[in-house]
């Protein structure tokens, strides 16, 4: 770890290492790694189960802004990366300099044949519209809390990166409680989003709606990638919905998504951010007052968990908190009527590869992996 002249913190990683052959990439990276570096091929990117191919180079420079829609992916090329289809805008340079708000069904991919630079918002999270490749098919069932006679148990908080927070039970224990789906606790090779946190569960009046998981990002360059002082890179997971009155159960936060980092270099400004957290989750209702929702992370502090609804008012329940960097979610509280649902977990960031190297404290969570 050093820092160059303007005191930004400089990371080696292992060069970039082509496809080389033109054809579809092959997952295993000791066959990547065997082409020799100095005739690359200029169209192929990253290495091992991320690596892929464009049609044609990309010579022309990109400046990103405004919103990317990953299921058209108009500015893009849709290409096969794992077996998930992803969404690739590429450019001989690329920079984003104003914000990008990145939604759609599949994940999003910015590919740089040179240097790729940020220094705004480059958002995948999930709020009242799901992230770039949120909620995928790799989720496991969501765990709604039960419904109940007198009054539904919170819903359990996405898993993915981490587990969620369980779902509180109803009705002084008359709904159980709901346990959470468990986590992928290895590495994802597959570029992928988080998972959406339960509904909480009916009594006789509605539910309250799980957030959404966070969406999913990657960022190649054959250059180096550089996160200035205004960046921010976030994926993610939305907040739960508070009961519904009489006696519903909270919503449960969605997980956080995923990040994925490749270049030849990697500049990080101590103030940059990069973040994948779970939301918070929503209250249990009363027999006439709505829980309240839970709060999206701040992508300002990746340290700091998205509160839930905190109430304890008139028998409401409260919703547990998402999960951020070492602190896990927290599961609702046992109502009185209505359960809290449970928040959100982390998400997955991965750094390829991560040689003798760390983000500088507090700008990033969950804390990668190579």
């Known amino acids: 770890m050093v820092y160059d002249g303007q005191m930004r913190l400089v990371f080696a990683i292992l060069p970039l290492v082509a496809c080389g052959d033109g054809k579809s990439a092959s997952p295993d990276a000791r066959v990547i790694d065997s082409i020799p570096i100095d005739a690359p091929d200029p169209r192929c990117f990253a290495s091992g189960a991320f690596a892929f191919c464009l049609a044609a180079e990309a010579t022309a420079p990109r400046t990103l802004a405004g919103t990317i829609d990953t299921t058209a992916c108009v500015d893009g090329e849709v290409l096969a990366l794992g077996g998930v289809d992803v969404c690739v805008v590429a450019g001989s340079s690329v920079d984003v300099g104003a914000v990008v708000i990145a939604r759609g069904d599949k994940p999003l991919v910015i590919a740089s044949a040179g240097d790729l630079k940020i220094t705004a918002l480059l958002d995948a999270s999930t709020r009242t519209i799901a992230g770039a ?190 999960a951020a960097g070492p602190t896990a979610a927290s599961g609702g509280g046992q109502g009185v009527l209505g359960g809290g649902g449970g928040g959100g977990g982390l998400g997955q960031i991965r750094v390829l590869r991560p040689n003798a190297f760390s983000f500088p404290a507090g700008s990033i969570s969950p804390a990668p992996t190579d």
């Open 133 to 322: 490749g949120g909620d995928p098919a790799q989720c496991a069932t969501t765990v709604d809390g039960a419904a109940g006679t007198n009054a539904g148990a919170g819903g359990a908080g996405g898993s993915f990166g981490s587990v969620g927070g369980a779902g509180g039970a109803g009705f002084s224990g008359e709904t159980p409680a709901t346990a959470a789906a468990a986590p992928v606790t290895a590495p994802s090779s597959v570029l992928r989003g988080g998972c959406r946190g339960g509904a909480g569960g009916r009594a006789n009046g509605g539910l309250g709606a799980g957030g959404g998981g966070g969406g999913a990002l990657m960022l190649v360059a054959r250059g180096t990638v550089g996160l200035g002082s205004g960046a921010i890179v976030n994926a993610s997971g939305s907040a739960g919905n508070g009961g519904a009155a009489p006696s519903g159960g909270g919503g449960a936060g969605g997980s956080g998504g995923m990040i994925v980092v490749h270049g030849t270099g990697l500049v990080v400004d101590p103030a940059a951010r990069v973040i994948a957290n779970g939301g918070g989750a929503g209250g249990g209702a009363n027999s006439t007052d709505n829980g309240t929702a839970g709060m999206y992370p701040d992508p300002s502090k990746p340290l700091i968990p998205a509160p839930g609804d905190p109430s304890f008012l008139n028998n409401r329940s409260p919703g547990g908190h998402g």
